[in-house]
């Protein structure tokens, strides 16, 4: 079974500050990652993925994660956050070949001016 | 637009009424999914539908009953439903035995009254 841990369920920063987000996960095979954003009343977004290649990964809005199999971690992070980005991140894992996305609980971004 | 429509956005109920959430996608997906998202909890996979199949049903209650007369439509009928029931009810669709992510809707949010 795999499973997605969000340690932090609410994390505020000032605008224009960095941010990480931090995901890790455990899987007894190899997987696929997701970060998805949700904005308030709105379903959930693809931010960017990781399949495969380069553990660095690119996303949309300035966003990137890296996959770290050693510490079976998936941090998102953004060196200059925007009011824009304030809403709430999910983390996702699945296996290889199989369509069933487990999720964390979420996490909150509030951007301060 | 997500490619993922559902109807309607809002709604709001009696406990004693019946009313359907459609869900809609032109994707070219073969597999649909309803979450369960209430304030304060995560999300929850209600079911479950591969190439028209319910395939999952995590324990939910007897009075969602969901239908999906082909893979491209997907249904959930409310009936008898209870306060508690109240919260954003997301649609997703992905590509079966495929691990490549989900596509959402933009949600229903259901008001029990």
């Known amino acids: 079974a795999q499973s997605v841990t969000q340690l932090d369920s609410q994390v505020p920063v000032f605008e224009e500050a960095p941010v990480e987000l931090r995901c890790n996960y455990s899987s007894s095979v190899s997987v696929y990652l997701f970060w998805y954003v949700q904005y308030p009343n709105q379903g959930l977004q693809l931010l960017l993925k990781?399949?495969?290649?380069?553990?660095l990964v690119k996303g949309i809005n300035g966003f990137e994660a890296e996959f770290n199999k050693s510490q079976t971690s998936f941090h998102l992070r953004k060196p200059s956050v925007h009011i824009s980005d304030t809403a709430e991140y999910f983390c996702?894992?699945?296996?290889?070949?199989?369509?069933?996305?487990?999720f964390g609980t979420g996490t909150r971004l509030t951007i301060i001016p | 637009e997500t490619g993922v429509t559902q109807t309607p956005r809002h709604l709001v109920m009696g406990m004693t009424n019946k009313k359907s959430l459609k869900c809609e996608q032109h994707l070219g997906h073969n597999a649909m999914y309803w979450y369960k998202q209430s304030a304060k909890k995560p999300l929850e996979l209600m079911f479950v539908y591969n190439f028209k199949e319910q395939t999952e049903n995590n324990s939910v209650p007897s009075r969602f009953s969901p239908e999906c007369p082909n893979s491209s439509h997907l249904f959930l009928h409310l009936h008898t439903l209870q306060p508690e029931d109240s919260a954003l009810y997301l649609c997703?669709?992905?590509?079966?035995?495929?691990?490549?992510?989900?596509?959402f809707g933009s949600g229903t949010r259901l008001t029990v009254v």
């Open positions: 990781y399949l495969s290649g380069s553990t």
């Open positions: 996702a894992v699945s296996n290889f070949g199989n369509e069933k996305l487990t």
């Open positions: 997703a669709s992905s590509q079966a035995q495929d691990s490549y992510g989900y596509t």
